[in-house]
Protein backbone atom coordinates (compact mmCIF):
# COMPACT_ATOMS: atom_id res chain seq x y z
CA UNK A 1 0.00 0.00 0.00
CA UNK A 2 2.78 2.18 1.15
CA UNK A 3 5.20 1.59 -1.45
CA UNK A 4 3.93 -0.72 -4.33
CA UNK A 5 6.05 -2.50 -6.78
CA UNK A 6 6.57 -1.04 -10.53
CA UNK A 7 6.76 -3.42 -13.36
CA UNK A 8 10.54 -3.44 -14.22
CA UNK A 9 9.50 -3.52 -18.13
CA UNK A 10 6.80 -0.42 -18.60
CA UNK A 11 6.90 0.63 -15.37
CA UNK A 12 2.73 0.02 -14.38
CA UNK A 13 2.32 0.36 -10.95
CA UNK A 14 1.19 -3.34 -9.09
CA UNK A 15 3.82 -5.91 -9.54
CA UNK A 16 7.13 -6.30 -10.77
CA UNK A 17 6.00 -7.95 -14.07
CA UNK A 18 2.78 -7.40 -15.73
CA UNK A 19 0.15 -9.16 -17.67
CA UNK A 20 1.25 -7.51 -20.93
CA UNK A 21 5.18 -7.49 -20.64
CA UNK A 22 4.70 -11.08 -19.19
CA UNK A 23 3.76 -11.66 -23.00
CA UNK A 24 6.49 -10.06 -24.46
CA UNK A 25 8.82 -12.61 -22.94
CA UNK A 26 10.56 -14.96 -25.78
CA UNK A 27 9.23 -17.94 -25.80
CA UNK A 28 11.77 -20.80 -26.62
CA UNK A 29 11.11 -23.97 -28.35
CA UNK A 30 11.35 -27.37 -27.23
CA UNK A 31 14.69 -28.78 -27.51
CA UNK A 32 17.71 -31.23 -26.21
CA UNK A 33 19.01 -28.47 -23.47
CA UNK A 34 22.48 -30.75 -24.17
CA UNK A 35 22.65 -30.32 -27.76
CA UNK A 36 19.95 -28.06 -28.67
CA UNK A 37 18.13 -30.70 -31.25
CA UNK A 38 14.55 -30.64 -31.30
CA UNK A 39 12.46 -32.71 -29.13
CA UNK A 40 9.25 -32.95 -27.95
CA UNK A 41 8.51 -31.59 -24.27
CA UNK A 42 12.06 -30.32 -23.61
CA UNK A 43 12.92 -33.87 -23.51
CA UNK A 44 16.60 -35.16 -23.48
CA UNK A 45 17.02 -36.40 -27.07
CA UNK A 46 18.13 -40.50 -27.43
CA UNK A 47 21.15 -39.34 -28.49
CA UNK A 48 22.05 -37.95 -25.12
CA UNK A 49 20.09 -39.91 -22.79
CA UNK A 50 22.83 -42.20 -22.16
CA UNK A 51 24.90 -39.45 -20.95
CA UNK A 52 22.41 -37.17 -18.92
CA UNK A 53 20.46 -38.41 -15.83
CA UNK A 54 17.87 -35.53 -17.14
CA UNK A 55 14.64 -36.87 -18.58
CA UNK A 56 13.36 -33.62 -19.26
CA UNK A 57 15.05 -29.88 -18.90
CA UNK A 58 12.64 -26.84 -19.34
CA UNK A 59 13.96 -22.91 -19.49
CA UNK A 60 10.83 -20.23 -19.58
CA UNK A 61 12.30 -17.41 -21.08
CA UNK A 62 15.80 -16.34 -22.38
CA UNK A 63 18.08 -14.21 -19.31
CA UNK A 64 17.80 -11.14 -20.94
CA UNK A 65 15.80 -7.99 -20.86
CA UNK A 66 12.45 -7.80 -18.19
CA UNK A 67 13.54 -11.63 -17.04
CA UNK A 68 16.83 -10.63 -16.08
CA UNK A 69 15.75 -7.53 -14.23
CA UNK A 70 13.36 -9.97 -12.44
CA UNK A 71 16.30 -12.24 -11.74
CA UNK A 72 18.75 -10.04 -10.48
CA UNK A 73 15.57 -8.30 -8.32
CA UNK A 74 15.64 -11.56 -6.68
CA UNK A 75 19.65 -12.54 -6.20
CA UNK A 76 20.70 -8.89 -5.71
CA UNK A 77 18.25 -6.63 -4.23
CA UNK A 78 16.19 -8.68 -2.18
CA UNK A 79 13.05 -8.48 -4.10
CA UNK A 80 11.98 -11.99 -2.45
CA UNK A 81 8.40 -10.88 -4.10
CA UNK A 82 9.99 -11.71 -7.29
CA UNK A 83 10.19 -15.47 -6.60
CA UNK A 84 6.13 -15.66 -6.85
CA UNK A 85 6.31 -14.07 -9.97
CA UNK A 86 8.88 -15.96 -11.48
CA UNK A 87 7.17 -19.69 -9.75
CA UNK A 88 4.12 -18.16 -11.62
CA UNK A 89 5.52 -17.86 -14.99
CA UNK A 90 7.05 -21.19 -14.78
CA UNK A 91 5.35 -23.83 -17.50
CA UNK A 92 2.25 -26.21 -15.55
CA UNK A 93 2.59 -28.04 -19.10
CA UNK A 94 2.72 -31.77 -18.51
CA UNK A 95 3.99 -32.37 -14.69
CA UNK A 96 4.11 -35.99 -14.46
CA UNK A 97 1.03 -37.09 -11.91
CA UNK A 98 2.56 -37.51 -8.57
CA UNK A 99 5.53 -36.04 -8.79
CA UNK A 100 7.59 -33.74 -6.02
CA UNK A 101 8.99 -30.58 -6.37
CA UNK A 102 12.73 -30.04 -5.53
CA UNK A 103 14.98 -27.16 -5.37
CA UNK A 104 18.72 -26.71 -6.41
CA UNK A 105 20.12 -25.59 -3.60
CA UNK A 106 22.84 -22.34 -4.03
CA UNK A 107 25.91 -22.28 -2.11
CA UNK A 108 25.15 -21.99 1.58
CA UNK A 109 27.95 -18.66 1.38
CA UNK A 110 25.55 -17.06 -1.29
CA UNK A 111 22.47 -17.81 0.70
CA UNK A 112 23.65 -16.09 4.06
CA UNK A 113 24.67 -13.01 1.95
CA UNK A 114 21.12 -12.84 0.58
CA UNK A 115 19.53 -13.90 3.55
CA UNK A 116 17.10 -16.79 1.51
CA UNK A 117 17.77 -19.32 -1.17
CA UNK A 118 16.39 -17.97 -4.34
CA UNK A 119 15.84 -21.28 -5.54
CA UNK A 120 13.76 -22.34 -2.32
CA UNK A 121 11.86 -19.80 -2.55
CA UNK A 122 10.78 -19.93 -6.62
CA UNK A 123 10.38 -23.43 -5.81
CA UNK A 124 8.35 -23.70 -3.33
CA UNK A 125 5.65 -20.60 -4.36
CA UNK A 126 5.97 -22.98 -7.81
CA UNK A 127 4.90 -26.37 -5.75
CA UNK A 128 1.87 -24.23 -3.63
CA UNK A 129 0.96 -22.84 -6.66
CA UNK A 130 0.27 -26.22 -8.48
CA UNK A 131 -0.53 -27.92 -5.35
CA UNK A 132 2.38 -30.29 -5.22
CA UNK A 133 4.49 -31.61 -2.57
CA UNK A 134 7.53 -29.43 -1.85
CA UNK A 135 10.54 -31.14 -0.59
CA UNK A 136 13.87 -29.69 0.34
CA UNK A 137 16.43 -32.87 0.33
CA UNK A 138 19.27 -31.85 -1.42
CA UNK A 139 22.29 -30.32 0.30
CA UNK A 140 25.07 -28.61 -1.17
CA UNK A 141 28.45 -29.54 -0.33
CA UNK A 142 31.08 -27.25 -1.09
CA UNK A 143 31.38 -23.40 -1.38
CA UNK A 144 32.25 -23.58 -5.06
CA UNK A 145 30.57 -20.51 -7.36
CA UNK A 146 29.44 -21.15 -11.03
CA UNK A 147 29.56 -17.44 -12.22
CA UNK A 148 31.97 -17.59 -15.19
CA UNK A 149 33.00 -20.66 -15.10
CA UNK A 150 33.27 -22.70 -18.34
CA UNK A 151 31.40 -26.32 -18.27
CA UNK A 152 34.23 -28.23 -18.24
CA UNK A 153 35.20 -26.15 -15.01
CA UNK A 154 31.10 -26.38 -14.26
CA UNK A 155 31.44 -29.84 -14.07
CA UNK A 156 34.88 -30.52 -11.76
CA UNK A 157 33.74 -28.22 -9.64
CA UNK A 158 30.04 -29.80 -9.04
CA UNK A 159 31.30 -33.70 -8.78
CA UNK A 160 29.86 -34.89 -5.75
CA UNK A 161 28.56 -31.00 -4.69
CA UNK A 162 25.24 -32.26 -3.53
CA UNK A 163 23.94 -35.23 -1.17
CA UNK A 164 20.34 -36.66 -0.15
CA UNK A 165 19.71 -35.21 3.38
CA UNK A 166 19.79 -37.75 5.92
CA UNK A 167 16.24 -39.20 6.56
CA UNK A 168 15.18 -38.17 3.23
CA UNK A 169 13.50 -40.91 0.72
CA UNK A 170 13.28 -40.32 -2.59
CA UNK A 171 13.36 -43.55 -3.97
CA UNK A 172 10.71 -44.20 -7.02
CA UNK A 173 9.65 -40.82 -7.47
CA UNK A 174 9.27 -38.70 -10.17
CA UNK A 175 11.10 -34.97 -9.49
CA UNK A 176 10.72 -31.74 -11.10
CA UNK A 177 14.09 -29.87 -10.18
CA UNK A 178 13.57 -26.12 -10.12
CA UNK A 179 16.12 -23.54 -10.21
CA UNK A 180 16.19 -19.52 -11.45
CA UNK A 181 19.05 -19.67 -14.25
CA UNK A 182 19.85 -22.11 -17.06
CA UNK A 183 23.63 -21.85 -18.34
CA UNK A 184 25.34 -25.23 -19.36
CA UNK A 185 23.47 -27.30 -17.30
CA UNK A 186 26.35 -28.98 -14.72
CA UNK A 187 24.32 -27.81 -12.01
CA UNK A 188 20.87 -29.06 -12.54
CA UNK A 189 22.79 -32.72 -14.21
CA UNK A 190 24.66 -33.06 -10.73
CA UNK A 191 21.18 -32.80 -8.54
CA UNK A 192 19.99 -35.06 -10.76
CA UNK A 193 22.62 -37.58 -10.65
CA UNK A 194 22.47 -37.40 -7.19
CA UNK A 195 18.63 -38.34 -6.46
CA UNK A 196 19.22 -40.74 -9.34
CA UNK A 197 22.35 -42.71 -7.32
CA UNK A 198 19.27 -42.54 -4.51
CA UNK A 199 16.77 -44.30 -6.63
CA UNK A 200 14.59 -40.98 -7.91
CA UNK A 201 12.37 -42.90 -10.82
CA UNK A 202 12.52 -39.90 -13.62
CA UNK A 203 14.04 -36.79 -13.11
CA UNK A 204 12.52 -33.26 -14.88
CA UNK A 205 13.67 -29.37 -14.59
CA UNK A 206 12.67 -26.29 -15.04
CA UNK A 207 14.29 -23.08 -15.09
CA UNK A 208 12.77 -19.83 -15.65
CA UNK A 209 15.85 -18.28 -17.72
CA UNK A 210 18.09 -19.83 -20.00
CA UNK A 211 21.47 -17.91 -20.73
Do not use: W
Not at 120 to 147: E, M, T, W
Not at 157 to 181: T, W
Amino acid sequence: VIAPFECLGCGSEGCLICVDCTAQLAVIPSRCYHCRKLTTDFRTCTSCRSSSKLYALQPRTIYSGVAKSLVGRLKFYGAQSAAKEIAKLLSTHALPEGCIVVPVPTATSRARQRGYDQAKRIARDFARHNNLPYLDCLARIGQSHQVGARRSQRIKQLRNAYRVKSGMRVKGIEIILIDDVLTTGATLEAAAACLKASGAKRICAQTFTQA
